[in-house]
């Protein structure tokens, strides 16, 4: 028999139509057991679904991302180019707000405490441990919960004599004098050290460092010497050109021009003994007392008997890959601890030799009140510096009675220089304080170093030093607002930075597989304030971010008019390779 099908249409029409039969069909009969349970199953799963799809959508669109939708963040990147994009508002505090405690939070008088406070003693790499604790401390503080002390076992040098005397030969001239201590005296003794200021308190501390160069080799030499200019390769190729004799000689060399490593190394390198450095005004443009200006603390010139310390690594040399170096090898920066190129110095590390590193002759630095009795005693000795090219000229001593000879100094003078350094394996502390992002693999970290040469530091690093405290504090009261950032945060109080970078770079090399894969920016701070002019300089890439930020702010110290006036008007100069 064929199916019958009932048709309700024609029932329900007219069913009272008598020429229509009603046909009795098959009862009707679910398909499966469970039918109504699985229709109930089936709509609800599909209006979830649906409802999913649209809250997808919505939340692409308008709602923050968050650490689970990285990927997600990544690609829409390129589809939102609005800054900052994803900004995690629910969490408590909106980007505005943020803006708001990061600029009204920095207090000048509570900045002006942290400087005090590491400007009151010296405060030498590895010399610093109280500094470091309090550092810490502070930053735990201010909210930053994750702050802890990384420290390393380092190769530095402390200071522990020196002198330096000009000497002149008794019986000039005679055939017969010999080369005995006693045909010799004092012509001039250099002082070595910077003047007591009673303006400046820090001149006065009793343990203030001495003056000396940080990887300094120890040294007894006595030998005649050289005027070297700023002491350039090309210095010393002119020289050589010139048939100045270099060797056995030691070097009297300027300030300025190259790192003063790299000064020491190509005196060594030719056969020269022993290296002094000073630092010559003619490189302090117009700031000098020839120019009338008074020297500190009366007034902004250089200090006669001031002298700049300084490391004399070698802080731009290649050397010879090692086991430990796989991408670091190609000529460039030499950073860090000498005996641990390319790992961390941590207790127990294997370490190399540092004659590739550092200097193997003496050299000390000294103020141009100590050199200009050596300058003079070059007058009428040797080619003058003005018949060398432009960039020996420029002395600015000559109204001392300086003529720029270049000597070598003639053979009834000679000059004793004596280095004696401390070599010693130290720890060194780092202060490291991480404020965690939401996102796992992109840290920011802003340093600062904290050691100094001297006693003071108030410039470097301290002034940088005082307002990265006060950046700390500003991100620690953003914390306590429920702030949380997307990027990690990392803040590193560096020590041994003068000594060649040491602290961080030996970090560096500690964390490098994290650092490699995550670090999205370093931003650093050294010398942060100095003297109450605002300047300011910067790749023409950052321009908009330079003005933008400037316009947050209120420059104290003058007219705020006059510097939004300064900064909008920066002059864009072309770069040297497009001129
Ligand atoms: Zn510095």
Known sequence: MPPVFRNEKAAMS????????????????????????????????????????????????????????????RQSTYLFKGIPHGWPSSRGLDYDDLVTILRETPNREIARQWSRYYTSGPHLAGKNLSQALWTKEKWMEFGIDNSLIIDYDVYLNYPKDHRLALLEKKGKGSATATDDDTDWEIKYEASLEEDVLEEDASSRLYDRVPTFHGYSASGNVTAPYVFVNYGTFKDFEELQAANVDLQGKIALVKYGGVFRGLKVKRAQELGMIGVVMYSDPGDDGDVTEENGNKSYPEGPARQPSSVQRGSCQFLSKSYQPSKYFISLTISGFAPGDPTTPGYPSKPGAPRQPVDHAIPSIPSIPISYQDALPLLKALNGHGPKASSFDKSWQGGGLEYKGVRYNIGPSPDNLALHLVNEQEYVTTPLWNVIGIINGTIPDEVVVLGNHRDAWIAGGAGDPNSGSAAFNEVIRSFGAALKSGWKPLRTIVFASWDGEEYGLVGSTEWVEEYLPWLSASTVAYLNVDVGTQGPHFRLSAAPLLEKVVVDTSKRFVYVMGNADLLQLRLFNLQTRPFPGNQ
């Open 14 to 73: 007219d069913e009272r139509t008598p020429l229509i039969a009603i046909v009795q069909t098959r009862p009707h009969r679910d398909r499966y057991p469970h039918h109504t349970l699985r229709s109930i199953c089936t709509t609800l799963l599909s209006v979830s679904l649906f409802t999913g799809l649209i809250a997808a959508v919505l939340i692409l669109n308008f709602v923050p991302l968050d650490d689970e939708s990285e990927s997600l963040s």
